[in-house]
T-cell receptor, first 110, second 113 residues
Framework: SQELEQSPQSLIVQEGKNLTINCTSS?????LYWYKQKYGEGLIFLMM?????EEKSHEKITAKLDEKKQQSSLHITASQPSHAGTYLC??????????FGAGTQVVVTP | NAGVTQTPKFQVLKTGQSMTLQCAQD?????MSWYRQDPGMGLRLIHY???????DQGEVPNGYNVSRSTTEDFPLRLLSAAPSQTSVYFC????????????FGQGTRLTVV
């Protein structure tokens, strides 16, 4: 979706290092989703954010939604090989219309 | 509990052929969507439905038709397949948009030759 911009498009991180992915919209986001996808597989739900300033964590992954509800970040601490894959942010721009960014491909090297 | 079931998993079509990708859900969700995924482009919304009898276009609807006669099923039709429709197709459902996660099928890999 051109309404959701993800950055970077791809990144290579050394195992044990941290990484951050950003998702930005020009419109207010009413529901912001983060999904992960392994190559050739389906989508795995990570987290959903709804309120401005909200922050959620699961294991070593933390997602935040800014106060204006137009930008979200996904942060992985001490990356592991299991964190490799494509991360997608998605948002509801109107009721039932869920759209996604282009994705960020993450490669974790030894 | 099967969740979201897509069939077939793989399909090869010749240009000009027609086919229907099936999507069925057993979660009693009102909201269903179809996406296509191409390298470097994430998921692009083709069509979506907010309930039985109601459908609407997404970002890339051309070349695709949908209908929603029941809550459970949301088939995607390609009337005359083109090589540009080679892609991986995902169906998704959601019980409460903006409040709960969307559930995805495992995808259909379609090749048009």
């Amino acid at each position: 979706s051109q309404e959701l911009e993800q950055s970077p498009q791809s990144l290579i991180v050394q195992e044990g290092k941290n990484l951050t992915i950003n998702c930005t919209s020009s419109k207010t986001l009413y529901g912001l989703y983060w999904y992960k996808q392994k190559y050739g597989e389906g989508l795995i739900f990570l987290m959903m954010l709804q309120k401005g300033g909200e922050e959620k964590s699961h294991e070593k992954i933390t997602a935040k939604l800014d106060e204006k509800k137009q930008q979200s970040s996904l942060h992985i601490t001490a990356s592991q090989p299991s964190h490799a894959g494509t991360y997608l942010c998605g948002a509801d721009f109107s009721w039932g219309k869920l759209q996604f960014g282009a994705g960020t491909q993450v490669v974790v090297t030894p | 509990n099967a969740g979201v079931t897509q069939t077939p998993k793989f399909q090869v079509l010749k240009t000009g052929q027609s086919m229907t990708l099936q999507c069925a859900q057993d979660m009693n969700h009102e909201y269903m969507s179809w996406y296509r995924q191409d390298p470097g482009m994430g998921l692009r919304l083709i069509h979506y439905s907010v309930g039985a009898g109601i459908t609407d276009q997404g970002e890339v609807p051309n070349g695709y038709n949908v209908s929603r006669s029941t809550t459970e099923d949301f088939p995607l039709r390609l009337l005359s397949a083109a090589p540009s429709q080679t892609s991986v197709y995902f169906c998704a459902t959601n019980g409460q948009p903006m409040n709960t996660e969307a559930f995805f099928g495992q995808g259909t890999r379609l090749t048009v030759v």
